[in-house]
């Protein structure tokens, strides 16, 4: 039966798309060969196996989720699964937007979640939640490619000379140039993968079932690894290349800062936000806390924001005598707002007196704290004397330098 190529979709159409995510199936090969492996526990089903110590589907969803036409995400659950709204809760946390249950055969699945998506003509790609590798660049390939002539399928060129073999013997050599393994996302517009799978062929892709109608399937070739975990190799071959991707994707900002303050008579001495008993202060705007702001100086320099006395000028009255903990938290606040986050910072105190090893540690949990960092050995205090030498050696200031690392993670 040939039928004319599916018409392209109208360019007009809404960049927006659809993703169905099919997570119902019980991963029999995987569970098969991490049993055979000598894996004692429990093993779930397949989608919700951990993967560097998240569920699979969690990186899938991610990886989707980051693509910015991809604003529906339908997620195809076991029927088990639809009752446990704490797992749903979860799945939307990492970017799901629907749920829908499963069917007995994957292409049921698929055809529940399709009709789970916006009936708005829009394009619909269709992903294994197995696939966690899947790059965004390749889903925007695949679903341009669909734009443009209709359906696509993401695909891996085959690198191997090809055999097709008929009872463990070679019958013949397949031309591999023709060979292109066939991934996920598959796309095409919404009803007419509906009507392709409302064929009721039996099929192991959408594609297949798009083919069994004559419709052209556009090949679309992956630019980036997008294995499919099936066996326990597959994981392993997963956990690999994620690790790899994410530490690539992990970039670092360093940044220092200092301060120095005059100490005068009756001010409080307060270091890191901890008051440390002294009959002189630093004399300042502030409360003039020289770790905290050389502190914010530090993380300030690390995200590219200038400094302290851009963010808040001493001719501000709010900050007349304010806690520098303020400081620490505005800072925080737009270094996260950057996507970055602290890994550790080293700060030296540099005064003469008062003497500060009783005190170093209450200030690092102090400072550890402000930074929302849950592990204290992220944060150094290093206390030392000027020698006697110049205006600190002299006991008529106290000073401080940060130095802090930042990380961009994805
Ligand atoms: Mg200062």
Do not use: C
């Amino acid at each position: 039966m040939t039928q004319p190529p599916n018409p392209p979709s109208d360019p007009t159409d809404s960049e927006a798309v659809s993703v169905v995510l099919v997570a119902a199936g019980r991963g029999q090969r995987l569970r098969e060969s991490l049993v055979k492996r000598g894996f004692v526990g429990q093993v779930g089903r397949k989608a919700f196996v951990s993967i560097l110590g998240q569920p699979l589907i969690a990186w899938t969803l991610k990886a989707l989720a980051a693509v910015p036409t991809v604003d529906n995400l339908v997620v195809v659950l076991h029927a088990d699964d639809m009752a446990d709204e704490a797992l749903k809760e979860q799945l939307k946390s990492w970017g799901a937007t629907h749920f829908t249950e499963g069917g007995r055969r994957r292409q049921d699945s698929v055809l529940n979640g399709l009709r789970a998506t916006p009936d708005d003509g829009r394009l619909v790609g269709v992903h294994d939640a197995a696939r966690p590798l899947i790059h965004p660049d390749d889903v925007t390939a695949v679903f341009a490619g669909a734009r443009e002539h209709g359906a696509s399928v993401l695909s891996q060129r085959a690198t191997s000379t090809v055999k097709q073999s008929k009872d463990g013997w070679v019958s013949q050599t397949l031309p591999r140039e023709m060979i292109f393994l066939a991934q996920t996302p598959q796309v095409a517009r919404r009803e007419v993968l509906i009507n392709a799978l409302m064929q009721d062929f039996e099929v192991t892709d959408e594609a297949m079932a798009l083919e069994q109608l004559g419709a052209a399937v556009r090949i679309v070739e992956a630019q980036h690894p997008n294995p499919k975990v099936t066996t326990a190799q597959d994981k392993d071959l997963v956990e690999f290349l994620l690790r790899k991707q994410k530490e690539l994707e992990v970039t670092y900002r360093i940044g220092e800062g200092s301060d120095i303050h005059r100490l005068v008579e009756g001010r409080k001495l307060v270091l890191g936000g901890v008051e440390v008993p002294y009959e002189y202060g630093p004399l300042g705007h502030s409360d003039g806390d020289v770790v905290l702001h050389s502190l914010v100086d530090a993380l300030l320099g690390a995200a590219g924001l200038g400094d302290i006395g851009e963010l808040f000028p001493d001719t501000d009255p709010q900050h007349k005598d304010a806690a520098s903990s303020v400081f620490v938290a505005e800072a925080m606040k737009r270094v996260r707002g950057l996507g970055l986050e602290v890994i550790n910072a080293d700060i030296t105190i540099l005064a003469e007196r008062p003497k500060l090893s009783p005190w170093k540690s209450a200030i690092r949990e102090s400072v550890a704290t402000l930074l929302g960092l849950s592990d204290v050995q992220a944060v150094n205090i290093k206390a030392k004397t000027n020698e006697g030498l110049d205006a600190i050696g002299r006991k008529e200031a106290l000073a401080a330098r940060a130095s802090v690392l930042l990380q961009k993670s994805s």
